[in-house]
């Protein structure tokens, strides 16, 4: 344990309240850490050295705020093994995965310095001989808010676009996962970023997050996490009208036609729902099979989740690791003691926490796999964001279809066929930000994600959303 400190200014900094609080690595109970509990008056600290620090950098070619973003992909990838242990053991996924995870933060700086140089401005020929041109400027200081569940790739998603774009920023990460995004904040120091045009503050969501939304000088803030924290942030924000992209809670549908790839679809489904303990927003949390093929691919998706081992993210062969908090693991208990009080389901593994003393301390949760769903269940209703398949069976691909957009939500979806008709089909129809066929949950930088509905507000990644962290500013020269 080293004590971590908040990052301000290019320093390492405690709260100006002295206050502190601990980060526990979900597979044990232990203590792994503290960090400091941070306020308002730490958050406007934050601010003032991204104001200070704004003039220079956004005057900073864009092609050499591109290369900082380079040299701290570089550092990070020769880093990966320290860096995905430290993930692991705050966050509680499975090393393997921690490790993909900080090679996706390398990945997406790398898009985004790659990304530079095509930042440019351009004339518009207008009457009479005359030219107009259309400048992209900066914002300003933005804000960032991730959450406990994909941290660093998320941290990624957020730095990458604004500060190539020119932009401060003041970042969030979450209480029970800070270390990894401030051991990367350093790192990027590390890598020529000056001092003030990355900032992290550490504490509450209801204190640092509600102040990054109200701070009038904060110009835009970007938020990932749930839909009422997005929405009660979006009204916070509102009284400086700043911009906000949220990237919210999902309901992700997968649907399995008749023709799909059996093999392909079990283990789409398994990886598509377990992956990080199922506590991802893409993750697929309703799961619609044509009735044709039900009885068989039911047959071999329960064999390969009943098969799945779970226990410490650093042990070797562990397929899934604990949740990453004891109030998520409980509300994932709930949910599935609701299913069983109620008769919403029948649970054909899981249901429970695994027993023994490798998981008593720990915020462990067995792969869960639930068939016969009432329509009107708890499963098809909410976000469930952790280990629970919900398996529905429906005659064809237009029940399938309407059965997934009823929902609230809109983030992801997916279809698995070898038809090029029913792929257009599902394309075409489904409601949500992304649609997959034949997969699900890779999310490249390269193209624009977001959600529709209750999922969110604005997209981040790809070449759009260069949009979402600049204004266009039109000039006309009167020579």
Not at 92 to 119: C, H, M, W
Not at 257 to 263: E, I, S, V
Not at 267 to 292: H, I, M, P, W
Request: with cysteine; hydrophobic share 40%; proline share 5%.
């Amino acid at each position: 344990m080293i004590a971590m400190e908040m990052f301000i200014n290019g320093k390492a900094v405690p709260a100006r309240s002295g206050k502190r609080f601990g980060v526990n690595n979900p597979a044990t109970g232990d203590l792994i850490d503290t960090v400091p509990a941070g306020d308002i008056d730490d958050v406007r600290g934050a601010v003032d050295a991204s104001e200070e620090a704004f003039e220079k950098w956004s005057a900073t070619t864009a092609r050499e705020r591109g290369k900082i973003l380079f040299r701290s992909a570089q550092i990070v990838r020769d880093r990966t093994k320290d860096l995905a242990v430290l993930l692991t053991s705050e966050q509680g996924k499975p090393f393997r995965e921690a490790r993909d995870e900080v090679q996706g933060f390398a990945n997406t700086l790398e898009y985004f310095a790659g990304i530079s140089a095509s930042l440019r401005t351009g004339l518009v020929p207008l009457a009479h001989e005359r030219y107009g041109a259309v400048l992209r400027k900066p914002i300003g200081v933005c804000g960032a808010i991730i959450p406990w569940n994909v941290p660093v790739l998320l941290m990624s998603w957020k730095v990458g676009p604004a500060l190539v774009a020119g932009n401060t920023l003041v970042l969030k990460p979450a209480s029970t996962a800070p270390l990894t995004c401030l051991r990367l904040a350093d790192i990027m120091k590390e890598a020529g970023l000056p001092a003030g045009v990355l900032n992290v503050v550490t504490g509450r969501g209801d204190i640092i997050g509600d102040e990054i939304a109200r701070n009038p000088r904060i110009r835009k803030v970007s938020f990932t996490g749930k839909t009422s924290t997005g929405k009660h942030l979006m009204e916070a924000a509102s009284a400086s009208l700043k911009r906000v992209t949220l990237e919210l809670g999902g309901s992700d549908p997968m649907i399995v036609c008749d023709d799909a790839d059996l093999k392909a679809a079990v283990d789409g489904a398994v990886r598509g729902r377990f992956y990080n303990c199922g506590q991802t927003c893409t993750a697929v949390k309703r799961l619609f099979v044509f009735e044709s093929i039900a009885d068989e691919y039911i047959r071999h998706l329960h064999a390969k989740i009943a098969s799945l081992k779970v226990g410490n993210g650093m042990a070797d062969g562990v397929d899934m690791g604990p949740m990453n908090n004891r109030k998520q693991r409980d509300r994932i208990a709930e949910v599935a003691e609701t299913v069983r009080a109620n008769g919403e389901g029948k649970i054909l593994c899981g249901g429970e926490a695994p027993k023994g003393p490798d998981f008593d301390k720990g915020y462990f949760y067995l792969p869960t796999l639930i068939t016969d769903v009432a329509p009107d269940s708890i499963l098809m209703r909410e976000e469930i964001f952790g280990p629970i398949l919900p398996v529905v069976v429906v005659k064809d691909l237009d029940e399938a279809i309407e059965r997934a957009n009823d929902t609230v939500y809109g983030l992801g979806s997916s279809i698995w066929t070898k038809s090029i008709e029913h792929a257009t089909i599902g394309c075409e129809r489904l409601k949500s930000g992304i649609t997959w066929v034949n997969q699900h949950t890779k999310v490249p930088p390269d193209l624009p994600f977001g959600g529709i509905k209750d999922s969110g507000l604005g997209r981040e990644n790809g070449l759009e959303v260069i949009d979402q962290y600049t204004e266009l500013k039109s000039v006309l020269i009167n020579p």
